[in-house]
């Protein structure tokens, strides 16, 4: 198992800018918890994007941590978010990390 970092923009992938950084963190912690025993949710950064399209897109972003997973979980949960965000993609990083809860 391994541990990932999602990054997910909130700037639609047609443009608009309907998620603000509190209500995008609820909603991405409730996606989470039907899936993963836990995730770190982290403040809002400041995300730059090339669409397919080549559209450049600077937004903010939600990172989220999520630990001892496999990564076709990750993308199954990706998917969700996508759908759920309206986004073309999400930003995935693996981390080789030892985690201990202590």
Not at 19 to 38: E, P, R, Y
Not at 50 to 79: L, R
């Amino acid at each position: 198992m391994k541990n990932y970092k999602l990054n997910i923009g909130l700037t639609e992938k047609d443009g608009i800018k309907k998620w603000n950084a509190n209500t995008a963190k609820s909603k991405i912690a409730k996606l989470a918890l039907d899936v993963f025993d836990g995730i770190t949710i982290k403040a809002v950064a400041l995300g730059c994007y090339t669409h397919n399209n080549g559209t450049q897109v600077i937004e903010n972003s939600v990172e989220c941590e999520i630990y001892n997973t496999e990564i076709s979980i990750i993308k199954e949960f990706c998917e969700i978010l996508k759908l759920q965000f309206n986004q073309e993609s999400i930003a995935v990083s693996e981390i080789r990390t030892t985690i201990m809860f202590i």
